[in-house]
């Protein structure tokens, strides 16, 4: 019977401790799953401040190259090389602007604001070459009428990009405070699961009291 008794106890014993072990796995995956989300998370949150970095930098170029264009219209050479500088700044600038909306939507993120700004960068490129399409080479003053045509229009996107590229920044800083907080919900999940394994082990050990046979 004694013999019975520790093998019952060795059972019990066994069953608990893998329980547990199992519980306890269970969370540590859990916690490195959201460790490895968090920092994916931050690395594509700086990746898209990058990428809006990116296309202010775009249009800053796409604004020089157009006014050197203009000054150039007489050399055709250097104004060959202008416009294809103007052309390559605004493709740059498209692709900064959609490469931060497919990162926004990988992580779950609203496009409505990078959306408008894909839009009033392809509207302010209409702008450009719609003025462009009046220029006369053999007129003087042609350049300085083109260029008033679109001065200034490009103003409130680069207000909008630089505006944006805070708010992701912000949010960045939020997500980093946040930390905190979850490390907090992790200790309150340790315990409950220290807490249910207790419970286990005692309910485990009530039915094992009851199997005992008397002496």
């Given at each position: 019977?004694?013999?019975?008794?520790?093998?019952g106890?060795a059972?019990f014993?066994?069953l608990?401790a893998?329980l547990?072990?199992l519980g306890g796995?269970q969370?540590?995956?859990?916690?490195?799953?959201?460790d490895?989300?968090?920092?994916k998370?931050s690395?594509?949150?700086?990746e898209?401040?990058?990428?809006l970095?990116?296309?202010?930098?775009g249009?800053?170029r796409?604004?020089?190259?157009w006014?050197?264009m203009?000054?150039r219209?007489?050399?055709s050479v250097?104004?060959?090389?202008h416009?294809q500088g103007?052309?390559?700044?605004?493709?740059?600038?498209q692709?900064?602007l959609?490469?931060?909306?497919?990162?926004m939507?990988?992580?779950g993120m609203?496009t409505?604001n990078i959306?408008?700004l894909i839009?009033e960068?392809?509207?302010?490129l209409t702008?450009?070459l719609?003025?462009y399409a009046?220029?006369?080479?053999?007129?003087a003053d042609?350049?300085?009428?083109?260029?008033?045509q679109?001065?200034?229009?490009?103003?409130?996107?680069?207000?909008r990009?630089?505006?944006?590229?805070?708010a992701i920044?912000?949010?960045?800083k939020?997500?980093?405070?946040?930390?905190p907080?979850?490390?907090?919900s992790?200790n309150?999940?340790?315990?409950?699961l220290?807490?249910?394994?207790?419970?286990?082990?005692?309910?485990?050990?009530?039915?094992f009291a009851?199997?005992m046979?008397?002496?």
């Open positions: 019977m004694i013999r019975t008794m520790f093998s106890m059972r014993v066994v608990a893998c547990s072990a796995y969370l540590s995956q859990l916690f490195l799953e959201v490895v989300s968090s920092a998370r690395v594509q949150l700086l898209i401040e990058e990428y970095d990116d296309a202010a930098i249009l800053g796409q604004i020089q190259e006014k050197d203009l000054l219209v007489k050399d250097q104004h060959a090389k416009q103007f052309k390559e700044a605004s493709i740059a600038v692709y900064a959609m490469q931060s909306k497919s990162i939507l990988d992580i609203e409505v959306d408008e839009a960068h392809k509207s302010l702008d450009y719609q003025a009046g220029l006369k080479s053999s007129e042609s350049r300085y009428n083109v260029d008033r679109v001065r200034g229009v490009d103003r409130s996107l680069q207000a990009i630089v505006q944006l590229k805070s920044s912000d949010y960045a939020q997500q980093l405070v946040r930390a907080e979850t490390q907090g992790r309150i999940m340790v315990g409950l220290g807490a249910v394994s207790l419970l286990l082990m005692a309910g485990l050990g009530f039915i009851r199997r046979p008397l002496a």
